[in-house]
């Protein structure tokens, strides 16, 4: 099916936002690579996952054409309905319904609902491939095409029009087979010039940050 019947399809695969919490969430509260990758990893944590991959452009400057910095996991991944009901909700709180991951094994430790946009805060783009029950969903989100949408129109929204957007995310795949039990893939493209990545530095400051991590919990860093 192509992009365009999908998105004919599945209308109410929409992301509902503010655009200063975009700004504020996404671009100000991110701004280094290890802040916006802790986001990330802490919600490969709270999927349950027992392995996680981090690829980073190592060596040399970020914002160079065709740099990716890639966060594989093997959690539980999303089906289509918790894409578009979690993932593309900001501001959820999990913590506030419950302190317990999907399965009742780890506690919670992303909280603010918003680590979806922390990549915003040093790539233009996110490309999500997630797997759940060996059925596979895709879509990727452009942050300069959220920062342009316009005001919801009227009937779109219950808030004031001028303080809500719709943003619908290209669509790529929905719940189609793969060989895959589960798992998602984000991959932060289109990243922005930054200084190249001191990796002895982000190694660092992610064993402080996530020093509650056990032995359940296997973390890999490589050179994309």
Do not use: W
């Not at 779109?156 to 895959?180: A, C, F, G, Q």
């Not at 940050?209 to 994309?224: Q, V």
């Amino acid at each position: 099916m192509t992009i365009d019947a999908l998105e004919n399809k599945y209308p109410d695969f929409k992301l509902t936002f503010e655009i200063a919490i975009i700004e504020h969430l996404g671009l100000n509260l991110y701004s280094e690579v290890h802040s916006a990758i802790s986001e990330l990893i802490a919600n490969s944590y709270d999927a349950e996952a027992s392995t996680l991959t981090i690829e980073l452009p190592l060596g040399v400057p970020l914002g160079l054409e065709g740099q990716k910095i890639i966060i594989k996991d093997d959690g539980h991944g999303m089906t289509y309905n918790e894409c578009r009901d979690n993932f593309l909700r900001i501001g959820r709180n999990r913590r506030r319904n419950s302190r317990k991951s999907k399965n009742g094994k780890r506690k919670v430790i992303g909280k603010k609902g918003i680590g979806k946009l922390a990549g915003f805060g040093i790539a233009n783009q996110l490309h999500v491939v997630t797997i759940a029950d060996y059925k596979e969903t895709e879509f990727l989100l452009d942050l300069k095409e959220i920062q342009s949408t316009k005001p919801a129109e009227v009937g779109d929204s219950d808030e004031p029009v001028e303080e809500i957007r719709i943003y619908r995310p290209k669509l790529i795949k929905v719940e189609e087979p793969s060989t895959t039990k589960q798992g998602t893939i984000v991959t932060l493209e289109k990243i922005r010039p930054l200084d190249e990545i001191d990796i002895n530095d982000f190694k660092a400051r992610l064993s402080r940050k996530f020093a509650i991590f056990g032995d359940d919990f296997e973390e890999t860093i490589t050179n994309s």
